[in-house]
């Protein structure tokens, strides 16, 4: 299977909003409603931030929203705040039932 | 709260089989699939495969041959066995719940770092 593909890095100013891109095809982002996106700070583990394309799990600020259109899956970051200086991965659901990750999208907040 | 904690050798020679036993403590272990993911340093996550706590599993295809996955429900546990490892599958290996059966991961663990060498 093959990687989804993440744009290598993204950067925005402090309050002002970024999208990051994620694109399969037909046989995982496109076919199901089950993209997620998760959150890693250096030497952290991952954290869940958006599930099922556009649910965020309690606790999760609504500043992050997520979208779907076609093959493409796209996580917003809203009034972009200095602690989300992070590297972003999605993850889809494939037809052999697996999951798949995107390569990761590095985050700077200037 | 569940909590989950990797724990295993931190050093696996190569040709050898690297295995890993995931703790889950704060919640049962059944009704949920639970996932391993990796991380080689400076690269991206890997999924590496799911068991459910009724015995389903899957696996991603470029593992599959080497790859065991088992649940332990007396024990709260789950593990990982890869076996026939090189320096390519030195990474950070990862455990986690799987929610809505296993499209995403809701609990992570901290990791833990395995590195294959001689």
């Known amino acids: 299977q093959s990687a989804l593909t993440q744009p290598a890095s993204v950067s925005g100013s402090p309050g002002q909003s970024i999208t990051i891109s994620c694109t399969g095809t037909s046989s995982d982002v496109g076919g199901y409603n089950y993209v997620s996106w998760y959150q890693q700070h250096p030497g952290k583990a991952p954290k869940l931030m958006i599930f099922?394309?556009?649910n965020r799990p309690s606790g999760v600020s609504n500043r992050f929203s997520g979208s779907k259109s076609g093959n493409t899956a796209s996580l917003t970051i809203s009034g972009l705040q200095a602690e989300d200086e992070a590297d972003y991965y999605c993850?889809?659901?494939?037809?052999?039932?697996?999951?798949?990750f995107g390569g990761g999208t590095k985050l700077t907040v200037l | 709260q569940v909590q989950l904690q990797e724990s295993g050798p931190g050093l696996v020679k190569p040709s050898e089989t690297l295995s890993l036993t995931c703790s889950v403590s704060?919640?049962?272990?059944?009704?949920?699939?639970w996932i391993w993911i990796r991380q080689p340093p400076g690269k991206g996550l890997e999924w590496i495969g799911y068991?459910?706590?009724?015995?389903?599993?899957n696996s991603n295809p470029s593992l599959k041959s080497r790859v065991t996955i088992s649940v332990d429900t007396s024990k709260n546990q789950f593990s990982l066995k890869l076996s026939s490892v090189t320096a390519a599958d030195t990474a950070v290996y990862y455990c986690a719940r799987g929610g809505n059966y296993y499209a995403y991961m809701d609990v992570w663990g901290k990791g833990t770092t395995v590195t294959v060498s001689s």
């Open positions: 099922d394309v556009n």
């Open positions: 704060g919640g049962s272990i059944s009704g949920y699939y």
């Open positions: 068991m459910s706590y009724s015995g389903s599993t």
């Open positions: 993850s889809s659901y494939t037809g052999s039932s697996t999951l798949v």
